[in-house]
């Protein structure tokens, strides 16, 4: 048998309940994501929950951003350890996955999509205009991201060099 939530008597204060807020207003980019550099994937990204040191908001399984694309520009193929899942907020969203993201399908404002663990994945905004989309990452740690041969050598070539494979 599952547990139930007791009712309790917990009734934190307007400020304590204040201080689990990340106002969109007081959230910057974050710059840490070397793969936003490579053409094509120019994108802004605000971290909104995860770990202390990076987000503005603790959370202990889960992480969540906000991301930005301009009219065809996306996150490229890249694999997490964890699942991760996107909501479309505004305009029209490729998902694509598979070894060299041969696959696809297309999302829709508030169209949910969860992508397994250990399935290469990539996002791309095919709106003709600026859209938003949530980024959710399971896990304590999803940022050990690996990308495929592909996207390293498109990375080199713009000069940068991401990360070694964990």
């Given at each position: ?51 202390a040191a ?63 663990p250990g ?48």
């Open positions: 048998m599952s547990a139930t939530a007791p009712i309790t008597d917990a009734n934190p204060t307007v400020e304590e309940m204040e201080a689990r807020v990340a106002r969109f207003a007081a959230l910057r980019p974050t710059d840490d994501y070397v793969d936003a550099r490579i053409p094509g994937s120019e994108r802004t990204t605000y971290r909104v929950l995860g770990n990076d987000a503005p908001l603790a959370a202990g399984d889960f992480h969540l951003n906000l991301v930005r694309c301009a009219p065809g520009k996306s996150a490229p193929l890249h694999n997490h350890l964890t699942q991760e899942v996107f909501i479309a907020l505004t305009g029209t969203w490729e998902v694509f996955w598979g070894p060299q993201g041969e696959r696809s399908l297309v999302l829709e404002r508030w169209d949910t999509v969860s992508v397994p399935v290469s994945r990539g996002f791309r905004n095919v709106s003709a205009e600026d859209a938003w989309l949530i980024g959710i990452a399971g896990g304590n740690d999803p940022g050990n991201i690996n990308w495929p041969e592909s996207v390293r050598a498109a990375a080199r070539a713009a000069g940068l060099e991401l990360p070694a494979a964990p």
